[in-house]
């Protein structure tokens, strides 16, 4: 079963400035080749994606382009460096976009596009904010329609405090990063594929007709 995963990487660096996020997501691609699953790496910088919450802000943006590859892909990884203790502008400016497949919802379902694919997190950095920064993307994925197995996510930061990067660490070499890396990449890769043969039966518009009987406040 072909599958394909799509990294977003969330660095604040343009090409072709060097990366560790990209160097990060190099690691991950190549335990998804063993899985034969095929990759790909968008920065998000470099796509003139505008502000804003909807599937398209006009002229010039650059999100309908990558949302329409998040669509053709089977598994999203948001990759993304540590900025002040938490994930970086690009992250959340992403987590904002998404925002508009709410109104892309099938019409008979009101599944979103989203609705059987998996999602996953890549964090690195220098500082402490993994775990948040981790937390906070897990839950915007789930919210955005995305399925979140167990431990799909993976970091490297090093040391306390401020210290070498993930390619000047050799973060590549580091077991822990490593290990949570191998467990993010297998389970992902199983979840997809279980979806991809038996996708969500829920019909969200059914539901929410349930939800208004027994509830005495509107939506």
């Known amino acids: 079963m072909a599958l394909k995963a799509l990294f977003l990487n969330c660095t604040l660096k343009r090409s072709p400035e060097t990366s560790n996020t990209s160097a990060f997501v190099k690691q991950a691609q190549k335990m998804f080749a063993e899985l034969d699953v095929q990759t790909e790496e968008v920065r998000v910088v ?13 002229e010039g943006d650059g999100w309908p382009n990558i949302l329409q590859k998040v669509k053709d ?6 990759a993304t460096p540590v900025w002040r203790g938490d994930r970086s502008a ?9 925002d508009g497949i709410w109104e892309e919802a099938d019409e008979e379902t009101g599944q979103y596009p989203t609705f059987n694919k998996v999602g996953g997190v890549m964090v690195d950095g220098n500082e402490d904010g993994a775990k948040k920064a981790i937390s906070s993307i897990c839950f915007d994925l789930s919210e955005h329609g995305f399925t979140v197995p167990v431990n799909a996510f993976s970091y490297y930061v090093g040391k306390a405090g401020p210290g070498p990067a993930y390619i000047e660490a050799n973060g590549d070499r580091h077991f822990f990063t490593n290990r949570t890396l191998y467990l993010m990449v297998h389970n992902l890769t199983h979840v997809a594929r279980v979806l991809k043969e038996n996708p969500y039966p829920t019909n969200v518009k059914e539901l929410k007709k349930k939800a208004e009987k027994i ?3 509107e939506e």
């Open 73 to 78: 892909s089977d598994i999203t990884i948001i």
């Open 215 to 217: 509830s005495d406040t």
């Open 90 to 98: 690009v992250a959340k400016v992403v987590a904002e976009r998404f």
């Open 46 to 58: 470099d796509q003139n994606v505008k502000f804003g919450n909807s599937s398209d802000e006009g």
